[in-house]
């Protein structure tokens, strides 16, 4: 039986930009020692794109904490039964050194 060989699936995508933007693009993908414009602007679109949704990311989760934060500093909740047993330890041990 012959196995198939499946590649992923492509789209294209095609961009008009002025001449000299070219260029400009040529150039420093030459100076990156990419092997072609294409190779150039996939890279560099890529390690953007990933900047872009780290830093969105970032953001969201730093709201989020901020969001956490606050509220417990705002609506704090009563010391739960484990701080409670533990300052009566404390208190306990206070007493006997006195």
């Known amino acids: 039986m012959e196995k198939q060989i499946t590649t992923p699936a492509k789209s294209r ?4 930009i002025p001449k000299a933007q070219k260029e400009l693009f040529e150039y420093a993908a030459s100076l990156g020692g990419f092997r072609t414009l ?9 390690e953007k794109a990933t900047a872009i949704i780290q830093e969105h990311n970032t953001i969201l989760a730093s709201e989020k904490d901020r969001e956490i934060f606050f509220n ?3 609506n704090p909740s009563g010391p739960n039964q484990k ?11 206070i007493q006997k050194k006195k």
């Open 13 to 16: 995508f095609d961009a008009k």
């Open 72 to 74: 417990a500093i705002l």
């Open 38 to 46: 294409t190779d150039f602007i996939i890279n560099t679109v890529h």
């Open 83 to 93: 701080l409670l047993d533990a300052a009566e330890r404390y208190n306990a041990f």
